[in-house]
């Protein structure tokens, strides 16, 4: 589980940044501090908060709503309490509870001016309250019975799951005799009463209202009691709506969104030209490496098996530049012929190919004299022989077929 912090604001305190919280965990409660938001904001970072809002600045009241519905529950309460209210219902943060089994609605309703400002103040200093709920509704309960907190100033009075009030102490008898009196369905029988040993005997008085009072001392400060008790279901939440952790994260969301829909699509583009140009260098080496085959084949019709059609290549050339050791290999004869084919105008090499000292050239010459010439210039100059296997007439040009072996 989470570390949690649980803060409020010190009930007479000279600024609403004075404070004191309390932390749990795995192995229980901490130690109580007090001190300024500020030192409160280092501790809160990286846990869970929870806020206590003080009971006497909200009413929390009851109403009879029938709609089910939690949309039209929400907006029918503004109607139910607008008589209840001293000021406009519009100025009012309204939060509904859970429904009790005989359809009436607990309600928290406090002042959204003031409601804000406690939000905006733990905001100052970065402090983001996961639950923000009634001290009132932190106080210990156990059906049947009602629970008396002597809170250090103030007298909390819970007198059902998810109602009660916040009661001074020097009127706490009128008020908790005013209150027994309008609980005529559910009257309770027993008074816990929460208080410091030393404060005890000031509460007995209360016995004659017809309770029986069962002592419990307190033996830490209340926020400790408060914040053993917090995290129950019948806490009322008072981040409702657009103030919920929930509602925050969509209006961020919501405020990133276009840039996230431009980086997605930025990124969608990107891709698709990366899968483009894969594509595209694939087929370009597909066309190569057939290419790179096909000239193979035309240099070594006698291969059989073609794998690496690169290395082959480089391997057979290799063969034919060192001719088996001896002279008369293939690059002997091209560096003896190559000259003389250079030297002969107009004269085009279709192709060369060699094969046991033989070397076999298809040419294009523009008559059969510069033909003629180059076999006597092979023979003469080159040292080599030179004869024509073939020769064809084609427009304006000799197609022919030369056959050049070493010189015997």
């Given at each position: 589980?989470?570390?949690?912090?649980?803060?409020?604001?010190?009930?007479?305190?000279?600024?609403?940044?004075?404070?004191?919280?309390?932390?749990?965990?795995?192995?229980?409660?901490?130690?109580?501090?007090?001190?300024?938001?500020?030192?409160?904001?280092?501790?809160?970072?990286?846990?869970?908060?929870?806020?206590?809002?003080?009971?006497?600045?909200?009413?929390?009241?009851?109403?009879?709503?029938?709609?089910?519905?939690?949309?039209?529950?929400l907006q029918a309460l503004p109607y139910a309490l607008e008589e209840r209210l001293a000021q406009d219902v519009e100025d009012m943060h309204l939060v509904p509870g859970t429904r009790r089994s005989d359809g009436i609605v607990p309600v928290v309703a406090v002042d959204r001016v003031r409601f804000e400002r406690w939000l905006t103040i733990l905001r100052e200093y970065d402090i983001e309250p996961e639950r923000m709920i009634p001290d009132l509704l932190a106080t210990p309960y156990a059906p049947g019975s009602w629970t008396l907190l002597d809170d250090e100033g103030m007298v909390l009075l819970r007198t059902d799951a998810q109602e009660g009030l916040a009661i001074d102490p020097d009127n706490l008898a009128v008020v908790l005799a005013s209150v027994l009196e309008e609980a005529v369905e559910v009257h309770p029988t027993q008074l816990r009463v929460y208080a410091p040993e030393e404060y005890?005997?000031?509460?007995?008085?209360?016995?004659?209202?017809?309770?029986?009072?069962?002592?419990?001392?307190?033996p830490g400060p209340p926020i400790e009691a408060l914040a053993a008790h917090a995290e129950s279901a019948a806490a009322i939440d008072l981040l409702l709506g657009k103030y919920s952790r929930r509602e925050r994260l969509g209006k961020l969301y919501r405020r990133w969104l276009p840039a996230a829909v431009m980086l997605g699509t930025l990124l969608v583009l990107n891709f698709s030209v990366l899968?483009?140009?894969?594509?595209?260098?694939?087929?370009?080496?597909?066309?190569?490496?057939?290419?790179?085959?096909?000239?193979?084949?035309?240099?070594?019709?006698?291969?059989?098996?073609?794998?690496?059609?690169?290395?082959?290549?480089?391997?057979?050339?290799?063969?034919?530049?060192?001719?088996?050791?001896?002279?008369?290999?293939?690059?002997?004869?091209?560096?003896?012929?190559?000259?003389?084919?250079?030297?002969?105008?107009?004269?085009?090499?279709?192709?060369?190919?060699?094969?046991?000292?033989?070397?076999?050239?298809?040419?294009?010459?523009?008559?059969?004299?510069?033909?003629?010439?180059?076999?006597?210039?092979?023979?003469s100059e080159a040292g080599m022989r030179a004869e024509i296997q073939s020769a064809s007439n084609v427009q304006d040009h000799i197609e022919a077929r030369l056959q050049v072996r070493a010189a015997p």
């Open positions: 589980m989470l570390d949690t912090v649980f803060l409020r604001f010190i009930r007479g305190g000279s600024a609403p940044q004075v404070c004191e919280w309390i932390t749990t965990s795995d192995h229980g409660l901490g130690e109580t501090m007090r001190g300024s938001l500020e030192e409160a904001s280092a501790v809160c970072a990286g846990m869970r908060t929870i806020f206590l809002a003080p009971a006497e600045d909200m009413l929390i009241t009851t109403v009879d709503v029938p709609a089910r519905n939690r949309q039209r529950l005890m005997a000031d509460f007995n008085g209360l016995a004659t209202l017809g309770l029986e009072i069962l002592p419990e001392p307190l899968l483009y140009d894969y594509l595209r260098l694939s087929h370009e080496e597909t066309q190569l490496r057939t290419s790179i085959e096909n000239t193979y084949r035309e240099a070594f019709p006698e291969a059989q098996r073609i794998v690496d059609p690169r290395a082959q290549m480089q391997r057979g050339l290799e063969a034919l530049r060192h001719g088996g050791g001896e002279s008369g290999g293939f690059m002997d004869m091209l560096r003896g012929v190559a000259p003389l084919l250079s030297q002969t105008p107009g004269l085009q090499v279709q192709r060369i190919s060699y094969q046991e000292g033989r070397l076999d050239l298809a040419l294009v010459a523009p008559d059969l004299q510069n033909l003629d010439a180059l076999v006597g210039r092979v023979s």
